[in-house]
């Protein structure tokens, strides 16, 4: 896979992630631990996409 494939892939990735964060933070009785889970997964996400890219 090159590098900028795998940087793709990690955007569709951190994309998703936003997707289910807002739709975990939408719903009714969400928990604020899974909140933060999907939160911190997308911060790394995006701290390796920043990496790749420099």
Not at 6 to 12: A, G, N, P, R
Not at 23 to 50: C, F, N, T
């Amino acid at each position: 896979m090159s590098l900028s494939s795998h940087v793709e892939e990690l955007k569709k990735k951190h994309l998703s992630l936003s997707q289910r964060v807002e739709e975990v933070q939408r719903a009714p009785g969400s928990s604020d631990v899974e909140i933060a889970d999907l939160k911190k997964q997308k911060l790394r996400i995006k701290e390796e996409i920043a990496r790749l890219s420099a």
